[in-house]
């Protein structure tokens, strides 16, 4: 079973850093590619960045230099640091994890970059 809990969303300036954190409940957290969504208001979900098992990462070009996903797998945690906020981050994020045929997403946490 899985079960993914975000925190970290909230309200940041332009400019502005946040740290996004996902926790998996489930068990091999260490094997499983995790991804971080974003989902805009009025737009569909869009994937914003990847990690597999090894630590290797990918992401979109929107984001790319800016945000880092990691992982601590002694703690079945992944985290995106969102660095140099823009007002176009602004979204419900979510992480989200594709285990044994299942799609796996926590509830969301939002981002809102606004001065």
């Known amino acids: 079973q899985v079960h993914l809990v975000e925190s970290g969303g909230g309200l940041v300036q332009p400019g502005g850093s946040l740290r996004l954190t996902c926790v998996d409940s489930g068990t091999t957290f260490g094997l499983k590619i995790m991804r971080w969504y974003r989902q805009r208001s009025g737009k569909g979900r869009e994937l914003v960045a990847t990690?597999?098992?090894?630590?290797?990462?990918d992401y979109a070009d929107s984001v790319k230099g800016r945000f880092i996903i990691s992982r601590d797998n002694a703690n079945n945690t992944v985290y995106l640091q969102m660095n140099s906020l823009k007002p176009e981050d602004t979204a419900e994020y979510y992480c989200n994890v594709f285990y044994e045929g299942e799609n796996y997403w926590g509830q969301g946490t939002q981002v809102t970059v606004s001065s």
């Open positions: 990690i597999i098992s090894d630590g290797g990462t």
